[in-house]
């Protein structure tokens, strides 16, 4: 199992959704170190029958583990995150001054 990720950008924050369908919170790992977000967990089978004769198994199980590389404008300690419905959405908010610090450069013709 590979949850997809979207990645986003504003001025303001960088914004990860991750679709973790028949999840639970609490098989969830995320964490931040050394500028890079983890995204852990198991997703477990509901059971096991050993005399059921399965025709298709779609669905998966398992463990997985994504990794993003943070850009050092990222304040890690303002990072928050929500589960709901089977979407995992986590907030990287931008430190102020580096939101403030960007500058626009004027070209100038030759």
Not at 81 to 95: E, H, M, N, Q
């Amino acid at each position: 199992m590979t949850p997809t990720l979207d990645v986003k950008e504003n001025e303001k924050e960088i914004v990860v959704k991750a679709d973790l369908p028949g999840m639970d919170e609490k098989d969830i790992n995320l964490t931040i170190h050394n500028g890079v977000l983890s995204l852990r967990g198991e997703k477990k089978s509901e059971h096991t029958d050993e005399r059921e004769n399965y025709h298709v198994m779609e669905r998966s199980y398992g463990s997985f583990q994504r990794s993003i590389r943070l850009p050092d404008t990222i304040d890690e300690d303002k990072a928050e995150a929500r589960f709901d419905k089977g979407v995992l959405t986590i907030s990287l908010p931008k430190r102020p001054e580096t939101v403030s610090a960007q500058k626009k450069i004027q070209i100038k013709g030759g």
